[in-house]
């Protein structure tokens, strides 16, 4: 009978260690995925600070610190500025084009070596302008991501 017992907390920790060192593994793994995500650039334009980062095959990710305001002009200049060293030409930002794709709008330009998307994150606000006692609703907001890749 003590055998038995002895044999039982053997295999019990037995599948307990094998259970750790099976779970460490999994998370090497994981953090090898974190790994596979690079930075590809980090500059400053215009006063804003942007850091382009890719994962392995996946599309560029720019972000800006601090935001960018909701301002077209500023918005298709970052976008020429941040992709020009990715996608090594410069494209015509005055002649975007909007499309759709599975619901969300994107912002397309034609380019020798392809197609160039945008997905713009944006968080927009309305606020109350008060001007010579008028009130009138404006239009604001803040731009956080461009999410492009080229096809």
Known sequence: MKKIIKWILISFVAFIA???VVGSSSDNSKKET???IAIIQEGDFAGYNYVIIRGEDGPFIINFIPFLPLNDILMLTMMSKTTEGIAGERFDVLNPELVERNGIKLIKFS???GNHFFNIIKQKTDEVIREDGKEFIGHAGEIHTFIYWIE
């Open 111 to 113: 380019g020798a070596k």
């Open 34 to 36: 974190i790994s596979k």
């Open 18 to 20: 094998l259970g750790i």
